[in-house]
């Protein structure tokens, strides 16, 4: 168990660093081709935000625990939203300015609605996993266009641009990416065994371990980002961060058991998650979206979705 334990925590530091290490490269391989911060900012970045989930979603679906996959799925995208957001709104108030942004919001809560559709039925099918990867591809090139056509005063294109790294010649850029691509699929391969070792010594089911450890470890990233973010003024960045991941997470993360396991889900993820996800993501949609003018999610708003994001695993812990 002990060892189970170090090899879950070296792995999930591994994951981390590795993520960030390929965003980084891509990021300034990407500038250094001449793409645009903004294009890079909504597609590589949140791409790589999401790249723990999916790579452990993919290495979890080989090894046949597809519920696994699910839950970590779903359970991402709740803690991203109840957790991370809850907590970094709790420090600092985030003020939702960016038109960018509140575009993006409608498509987290259509996807959300496509994916409670696809698991309804207790199956995720191979054509499901299909249709999801094929709109991955195609949010991405929405989102791309998006990039190009917005107003030269949104906030998040100088919050953008801050953030992307410059003067990184090409073999550097090119060997964190290499680096990434090597380190990421090994460091999850490692995560995903012990971490089914320790939930199974807990009597946990494989959707359970998916929305609990593996979602909560494989969301810290995200945590430590929207608040340094945040602190540094950055919140449309903080907050955009978040909606791409959990657009990336719907259609990349729970299209791999579609695509490499398909096959009858755990009814609990059908019937309990999945509304819980679709639930929270409204409730933000509510919170923060607003075309006439800036909206804020402050403290107390912060604090109902980390008191949800707490009830819910006290509930999920009470029913193993």
């Known amino acids: 168990m002990i ?34 911060p903004m294009v890079i900012g909504l597609t590589i970045v949140a791409m790589g935000s999401s790249a723990p989930e999916i790579v452990v979603s993919a290495t979890a679906s080989l090894a046949g ?3 696994t996959a699910i839950g ?18 709790l420090i600092k ?41 094929v709109l991955f591809f195609f949010v991405i090139g929405a989102l791309s266009w998006m990039s190009w056509n917005v107003e030269s005063d949104d906030p998040l294109q100088a919050e953008t641009e801050d953030e992307i790294p410059s003067n990184v010649n090409y073999p550097i850029a090119i060997f964190w990416v290499i680096v990434g691509i090597c380190l990421l699929p090994l460091s999850a391969h490692f995560m995903v065994d012990s971490a089914v070792s320790i939930a199974k010594a807990f009597g946990m089911s494989d959707l359970l371990i998916g929305l609990t450890i593996i979602a909560i470890g494989t969301s810290l990233p995200e945590l430590a980002a929207s608040i340094a973010g945040v602190m540094k003024g950055e919140d449309d960045l903080a907050l955009g961060n978040i909606i791409g991941s959990n657009i990336f997470n719907i259609l990349a993360v729970l299209a791999m058991p579609g695509l490499i396991a398909p096959g009858a889900i755990d009814a609990n993820a059908a019937h309990r998650d999945i509304y819980i996800m679709f639930a929270l993501t409204a409730l933000l949609l509510v919170f923060s979206f607003n075309m006439k003018g800036n909206r804020q999610i402050g403290r107390w708003k912060g604090g109902l979705l980390l008191l949800s994001f707490i009830a ?7 029913s193993v």
């Open 3 to 36: 060892i189970d334990v170090v090899i879950f925590i070296v792995g999930l530091a591994v994951l981390s660093w590795s993520a960030d290490r390929f965003v980084y490269g891509s990021s300034a391989l990407a500038k250094n081709l001449g793409v645009s």
């Open 65 to 67: 625990n597809s519920n």
């Open 72 to 89: 970590n799925a779903i359970g991402s995208n709740i803690t991203n939203i109840a957790l991370v957001l809850g907590v970094t709104a």
């Open 93 to 133: 108030p985030l003020l939702v300015s960016s038109t960018t942004v509140k575009r993006e919001m409608p498509i987290v809560l259509i996807v959300s609605g496509l994916a409670l559709y696809f698991l309804s039925d207790e199956v995720l099918s191979l054509n499901e996993g299909i249709v999801l990867i």
């Open 312 to 318: 819910y695993e006290l509930y999920l812990v009470a």
